[in-house]
Structures are given as structure tokens and as C-alpha cells.
């Protein structure tokens, strides 16, 4: 069965960056199953999948804007401390959710701290690397209704959420 929208598919991968730095996998552990053409992954991984087969081997080089997009700086910012309230230390690599420019929620990785000013990323970490992935098919199956009408795979005994 060909890779095709609305197949529950199952790969085994590596992804890696231009160093050669694996930065993702799913060795010594189960495969990540998703639902093809409903945006599960990343844009130009699911691309390159589609008409494969369960056994086709492939490596697939992804560029920014078919991944995570370019780095915008337009996204980084700078924030007094106040902000933060009800946390009592800050720490570079915290996380939390933001207003996005555009209202939605998104976000933001503590970046560097200086004095009472918080400098926040609202960048995904890959946004722009290129991302090299080293993927073996291991099934490919028709997504049961359910599936489809929710936009995602579930797991072995129903739903998953």
C-alpha cells in the first residue's frame, strides 16, 4: 500500500543537522505513527513520503521553510522581570506560553537574562536549520474514520487524548 492522504503511517527515523548532530529519533523506541496529508509533520518530510511503501528506505534533506521556517528576529524580545510574576527564578531555557503578535498563543524560550531584563525567543528551536532525515517505512494502513475526522492517528486501543 502506497503512502497516499488519510493513511495511518508508521517510520522508523534519525534527524539530524547539517553538523551531523542527531537531534531526534526513534531508536529504541516505537515508531512515530502519524496520519498523512493532515499536517501531523513537518511539510516537506510528509512530501517526500507520499507514494512510498512499507521497507522503502530514504534520506530526505527538509529546508527551513518546508520545516520550521526561517529564524525571525521579529520574534525575540525583551521583557522586564515584572512580567513573570509568580515565578520566583528564571532561569535560560524556561518556557512559557505568550501572546503572539498575531494574538494566538505561542512559546517562548528564555534566552538570556540580564539584570531585570528577560530576552524571550518565540522561535521554534529548528526554525532555520535544514533537517536531514534518515527514514525507513515500516506501515502503511487506511485510517479508520475516527482517525481522519480527527486529523490524527490514535494509538493501540482507541483514543489517545
Do not use: W
Not at 531508536?27 to 516537506?44: E, S, T
Not at 512530501?47 to 525575540?76: M, N
Amino acid at each position: 500500500m502506497l503512502i497516499a492522504p488519510n493513511k495511518a503511517v508508521s517510520i522508523d527515523y534519525t534527524l539530524t543537522n547539517d553538523a551531523g548532530e542527531v537531534i531526534d529519533s526513534s531508536a529504541g523506541g516505537a515508531p512515530l505513527v502519524y496520519l498523512q496529508g493532515a499536517g501531523n509533520i513537518i511539510g516537506g518530510l510528509e512530501k517526500a513520503l507520499l507514494g512510498k511503501q512499507a521497507g522503502d528506505e530514504l534520506d530526505v534533506s527538509v529546508e527551513p521553510e518546508d520545516a520550521y521556517g526561517e529564524y525571525s528576529a521579529e520574534l525575540v524580545a525583551t521583557l522586564n522581570r515584572s512580567m513573570f510574576e509568580g515565578v520566583d527564578e528564571l532561569e535560560i531555557g524556561m518556557q512559557f506560553h505568550a501572546s503572539g503578535p498575531d494574538g494566538s498563543m505561542q512559546i517562548v524560550t528564555i534566552r538570556e537574562l540580564e539584570g531585570d531584563d528577560v530576552i524571550v525567543d518565540g522561535n521554534h528551536p529548528l526554525a532555520g536549520q535544514r533537517l536531514n532525515f534518515k527514514v525507513k517505512v515500516i506501515e502503511v494502513r487506511d485510517a479508520s474514520d475516527e482517525e481522519v475526522a480527527h486529523g490524527h492517528v490514535h494509538g493501540e486501543g482507541g483514543h489517545q487524548h
